[in-house]
T-cell receptor, first 111, second 115 residues
Framework: GNSVTQMEGPVTLSEEAFLTINCTYTATGYPSLFWYVQYPGEGLQLLLK?????DKGSNKGFEATYRKETTSFHLEKGSVQVSDSAVYFC??????????FGAGTQVVVTP | SAVISQKPSRDICQRGTSLTIQCQVD?????MFWYRQQPGQSLTLIATANQGSEATYESGFVIDKFPISRPNLTFSTLTVSNMSPEDSSIYLCSGRSLSSTDTQYFGPGTRLTVL
């Protein structure tokens, strides 16, 4: 079956540090891949997505590349801010439009 | 992108009672879903809300416990029935975009505490 594996958190960084959150997946076919972000006390927001191999999704300085050969979709940002503190969820789109989520990775950015 | 609202935003309920959560989308979406996020956990899909027919439930979720309605393309309700403290979670609805069919947008969630 489908599954999504994310690196465990919390990840604690200083402001302006480089952020990487690893995400790997298992799926049949070629699912779309997503990163969602959940700020404290809020719902989920779509951060970026990629729909096919080698696609790069980007938004707000975050990037992730759909790597079919390594079944990965790692999230990166070159210089984080305190406002990036949140929980980040990797997800894949399954049949009938459903989403399969990873466990989530909490990111804490300190000044 | 679709804007999704939920009511109530939070509630504290007594064991054995039921709560109905409303989800309203500002534009048409092809599909609507209900998820549960238990404290400190990821999201688990409860069911797909189907317009004008019975919802499609995921393994481990049943209609008697989580009855769902979707009378039109922009509105759905989820009821959490006969609640127990284990039902304390955030419940989120989502809509699948009409224009970008692989993208789901989420409501802000309903934070439920059962005493």
């Amino acid at each position: 079956g489908n599954s999504v594996t994310q690196m465990e958190g919390p990840v604690t960084l200083s402001e302006e540090a480089f952020l990487t959150i690893n995400c790997t997946y298992t799926a049949t076919g070629y699912p779309s891949l997503f990163w969602y972000v959940q700020y404290p006390g809020e719902g989920l927001q779509l951060l970026l997505k990629a729909t096919k191999a080698d696609d790069k999704g980007s938004n707000k300085g975050f990037e992730a590349t759909y790597r079919k050969e390594t079944t990965s979709f790692h999230l990166e940002k070159g210089s984080v801010q305190v406002s990036d503190s949140a929980v980040y969820f990797c997800a894949l789109g399954t049949s009938w439009g459903k989403l399969q989520f990873g466990a989530g990775t909490q990111v804490v950015v300190t000044p | 992108s679709a804007v999704i609202s939920q009511k109530p935003s939070r509630d504290i309920c007594q064991r054995g009672t039921s709560l109905t959560i409303q989800c309203q989308v500002d534009s048409q979406v092809t599909m609507m879903f209900w998820y549960r996020q238990q404290p400190g956990q990821s999201l688990t899909l409860i069911a797909t809300a189907n317009q004008g027919s019975e919802a499609t439930y995921e393994s481990g979720f049943v209609i008697d416990k989580f009855p769902i309605s979707r009378p039109n393309l922009t509105f759905s309700t989820l009821t959490v029935s006969n609640m127990s403290p284990e039902d304390s979670s955030i419940y989120l609805c989502s809509g699948r975009s009409l224009s970008s069919t692989d993208t789901q947008y989420f409501g802000p969630g309903t934070r439920l505490t059962v005493l």
